[in-house]
């Protein structure tokens, strides 16, 4: 059996993380000598003896080969560390996921990468700056990392989501989780045009640990980390720290002096990221990396898209006078899950606008 499939194997076994795999990597540089080996004989190199159990009673061709189907039947792709299509940037970091589940589009891990982090309880300045920006990096090739939370990670999806290139969601959970649950349309619209990965196994409980590991994927996929709004105790802080230790770039977008929704930005500009004002002084650090058509995209203004039927029910009964979720929904055939997929995808599409308290107006 394939080493690539072996270790997928071991990563699906209970208990084994990040250092007992490269713990039982260097002990046993044949892993295929796993099927054969006793717990007693696996120990005895020093692994834990629970896992050595594990391994000794689980551990089988047949178990992979039934994980294998599992994924499949979910649409679960698996990308290990020894696969041609693992991201390479993301091999250089300290200690990068041994196996990655992907849904939707593998290539786009090995595209040119920006991340973009920040609160998940944004101003309107904030979320502009995030969707904005990350439309207009999109569209001069340049493909959006983020965690798929509320807040800024969300905004920077939707707005990468507008533009030419993809985004790429990083999940703290398993890859068949929706965490928070209201980002459930935008998990399927990334899914369709982009990427979402996590390192954790299906059937994974969440637990708060997991959420800052996965951003040192975020930091470890991006040639640079930009932050938009972040107080000094932000988690999003913490993907900045993996990113300096990592070297790559932090770019830190100023708020108002007084918001502490920027306390940790302006912090970050004192002890040395670069502050930046226009998203061009963001593309200029990788003008190398990209052509004089990509850089012109910048100033283009999103195509005009048509719109469905269902679309075109939904504008013609907005206006410049907010509208209600609630009242979008009442009294017609759209069902609770349908309505937020139109609705998405007409924010999307520049069509409307949506404002505080779930309300709804013409863009």
């Not at 200690?95 to 290539?107: C, D, E, S, T």
């Not at 708060?208 to 951003?215: A, K, Y």
């Amino acid at each position: 059996m394939e080493n690539r499939l072996i270790i997928f194997g071991l990563h699906e076994l209970e208990g084994v993380g990040w250092k007992t795999m490269l713990q039982l990597l260097n002990r046993f540089p044949e892993p295929h000598m796993l099927f054969e080996l006793s717990a007693a004989e696996i120990a005895s190199k020093g692994i834990k003896a629970s896992i050595a159990e594990q391994i000794s009673k689980r551990f089988t061709p047949d178990f992979i080969e039934q994980k294998l189907q599992l994924y499949m039947k979910q649409s679960v792709q698996i990308l290990t560390l020894l696969d041609d299509d693992y991201p390479i940037i993301l091999k250089e970091i300290a200690q990068p996921p041994w196996v990655l589940y992907v849904k939707g589009k593998i290539a786009c891990l090995n595209q040119r990468l920006l991340g973009i982090v920040g609160t998940r309880t944004p101003t309107l300045y904030g979320k502009k700056i995030a969707e904005d920006w990350a439309a207009a990096l999109s569209r001069a090739g340049f493909g959006i990392v983020s965690g798929l939370a509320r807040g800024i990670d969300s905004r920077a999806h939707i707005g990468a989501l507008q533009g030419s290139s993809k985004t790429v969601a990083v999940l703290g959970c398993a890859i068949n989780q929706i965490y928070p649950r209201e980002n459930a349309q935008l998990y399927q619209m990334i899914e369709q045009e982009g990427a979402i990965i996590s390192e954790y196994p299906v059937g994974t409980g969440m637990r708060s640990g997991m959420f800052p590991q996965r951003n040192r994927i975020i930091a470890g996929l991006s040639l640079g980390v930009m932050v938009v709004e972040a107080a000094e105790d932000s988690g999003s802080l913490i993907t900045v720290d993996f990113a300096l230790d990592e070297s790559r770039d932090v770019f830190a977008v100023p708020g108002p002096i007084h918001s502490r929704q920027s306390s940790g930005v302006h912090k970050l500009l004192k002890d040395g990221a670069k502050l930046v004002t226009q998203v061009e002084e963001i593309v200029d650090d990788y003008k190398y990396l990209i052509s004089m058509e990509d850089r012109s995209a910048l100033k283009k203004p999103l195509s005009v898209y048509s719109l469905s039927d269902d679309e075109h029910e939904i504008v013609q009964l907005l206006s410049n006078e907010p509208i209600s979720f609630d009242a979008l929904l009442d009294g017609r055939q759209f069902t609770f899950g349908h309505l937020h997929a139109v609705l998405l995808s007409l924010v999307l599409k520049k069509a409307i606008k949506q404002l505080p308290g779930s309300t709804y107006i013409l863009a």
